[in-house]
């Protein structure tokens, strides 16, 4: 586990070389990234960043790829302006900075995005997927938001919510083997808590091998090692909103 000078062991990993094929918009009080695919869908995903932001190129890479999928794709600033953590920051001053970004308490920005997907881009099957940070927010979601269909939780931290497990609609887990945040005891607990108290359809899959991180902080071409289960994670995670989208 993290020292107490590193509570967290959230590393930038590759940073994408990467612009986005979308734009930026301004949604009521909210920034994000949108991407649309030609052709017309009723089909959205809200992907909700790790600790490093809105606008990590990496997250938006991972939206642009819905996007190539048939899905609109929107990466709301779920800091709300405050700054993202930075790889050069004080890891002592982590816990602090994360009190004031509580991923279970986002549910007036969800609604916000959600209302702009339905009015806006036409969607009538929203799903939402999210990394780190963003994926014990995607849990949070899945147990209380009934207007998502769908969710893919990547290494979402399962200490935010670990008492609850009563999710509402079908979610998918991701896990890597190796993650230094998530125990592999952990995950054990999760889907013997789920197992007992999950009424709906869901998986937790655990990649051999893997770091926090390597869905979308990890470059499939220069990580020889780790490209199938990147390449597999991704795939996926597409294929579990596929079948509940």
Not at 122 to 133: D, E, H, L, R, S
Request: glycine share 8%; hydrophobic share 35%; aromatic share 12%.
């Amino acid at each position: 586990m993290a020292n107490e000078s590193r509570p967290c062991p959230c590393d930038i990993g590759d940073r994408f070389d990467y612009g986005g094929r979308g734009q930026e918009v301004q949604v009521e009080h909210i920034k994000a990234y949108v991407c649309k695919p030609p052709a017309c869908t009723d089909k959205a995903v809200i992907v909700i960043h790790d600790i490093f932001g809105w606008q990590l190129p990496n997250t938006r890479y991972i939206a642009d790829m819905l996007t190539t999928n048939g899905y609109v794709a929107i990466c709301p600033d779920f800091f709300v302006g405050q700054e993202a953590w930075k790889p050069s920051n004080d890891w002592a001053s982590f816990d602090d900075w994360l009190k004031t970004r509580d991923a279970g308490k986002i549910d007036k920005e969800v609604d916000v995005i959600l209302k702009y997907l339905k009015d806006q881009c036409g969607a009538k099957k929203i799903g939402v997927i999210g990394f780190c940070w963003g994926g014990a927010a995607v849990q949070h979601l899945m147990l209380k938001n009934p207007h998502l269909k769908t969710g893919v939780s990547l290494y979402g931290v399962i200490e935010r919510f670990a008492d609850k497990h009563s999710l509402l609609h079908p979610t998918f887990f991701i896990f890597g083997e190796k993650d230094d945040i998530i125990p592999l005891e952990q995950v054990t607990l999760l889907e013997q808590k789920l197992k007992q108290n999950c009424e709906v359809d869901y998986e937790v899959k655990i990649y051999p091998g893997q770091t926090h991180g390597f869905v979308h902080r990890k470059r499939e071409d220069i990580n020889p090692q780790d490209k199938p289960y990147i390449e597999e994670g991704r795939k996926d995670m597409i294929n579990w909103l596929n079948k509940y989208l």
